[in-house]
């Protein structure tokens, strides 16, 4: 019998990223269910959807991926989806935010891939 697969939510404003990262995530072994450009967008999917994992830019344009964290924690899913930051920046210049926020890690975007998330994920099971 498979495993299940891991139900991803992508949110992030640029639509040629989120279709790049789709067909990695996909070629690996999750499955994207969703995808979004804005806080909005990230809630209502993930409604919808119901995800496992949603992978958040930092940057989102007006808006930032800290405040799109912390609307899935506090959206009254149950259980929320995990959050992972994304980002074209270095971990260090937002340590201390991902540190406070109920994001589960951060992975920089040139090293994103189906591996690197569940890798994160597994890192932070109880």
């Not at 800290?66 to 260090?92: K, N, R």
């Amino acid at each position: 019998m498979e495993p299940t697969r891991l139900r991803c939510l992508i949110v992030d404003d640029s639509a040629d990223f989120r279709a790049s990262l789709r067909g990695t995530l996909e070629a690996g072994g999750i499955t994207v269910v969703g995808t979004a450009s804005s806080l909005d967008d990230a809630v209502r999917e993930s409604r919808a959807t119901r995800p496992d994992v949603a992978l958040v830019d930092i940057d989102l344009g007006e808006e930032n991926g800290f405040t799109v964290v912390e609307a899935l924690h506090d959206s009254g899913l149950d259980p929320a989806p995990a959050v992972v930051l994304v980002s074209t920046h270095d971990e260090e210049e937002f340590a201390d935010l991902i540190d406070l926020s109920a994001a589960v890690g951060f992975v920089p975007k040139f090293g994103l891939s189906a591996d690197r998330v569940r890798e994160v994920l597994g890192a932070t099971a109880p």
